[in-house]
């Protein structure tokens, strides 16, 4: 059985940070690539982030979060951590972790094979 959980999320002023986790149990998690989505009312669920296993793959990052999020991964811990800073209002959003065995980057969301239940952002102006 494959789990993702998030934590981290809750409500912040703009410019401020916050730091998700996303927890991965079973063994799905070595070799795995992991994505963070967020998806905002009324809006589709759109790509963030994402990191491979392997760390001679870089991470990949959505335009809009380009040196401001930092996405890294603890193997040992199973677990990978999306720190957001200089946060703005329209960050504000479920996100989620999700997790898929394929080695390559994806920002696809039907790429990724288990996903987290999602954790709330919220950025107030």
């Known amino acids: 059985q494959v789990q993702l959980v998030e934590s981290g999320g809750g409500l912040v002023q703009a410019g401020g940070s916050l730091r998700l986790s996303c927890t991965v149990s079973?063994?799905?998690?070595?070799?795995?690539?992991v994505g963070w989505f967020r998806q905002a009312p009324g809006k589709e669920r759109e790509f963030v982030s994402a990191?491979?296993?392997?760390?001679?793959?870089?991470?990949d990052y959505t335009d809009s979060v380009k040196g401001r999020f930092t996405i890294s991964r603890d193997n040992a811990k199973n677990t990978v951590d999306l720190q957001m800073n200089s946060l703005k209002p329209e960050d504000t959003a479920v996100y989620f972790c999700?997790?898929?065995?394929?080695?390559?980057?994806?920002?696809?969301?039907?790429?990724?094979?288990?996903w987290g239940q999602g954790t709330q952002v919220t950025v107030s102006s």
């Open positions: 990191i491979s296993w392997w760390s001679a793959v870089g991470p």
């Open positions: 079973g063994r799905t998690f070595r070799g795995s690539t």
């Open positions: 999700a997790a898929t065995s394929r080695a390559s980057l994806s920002r696809g969301s039907d790429e990724y094979n288990y």
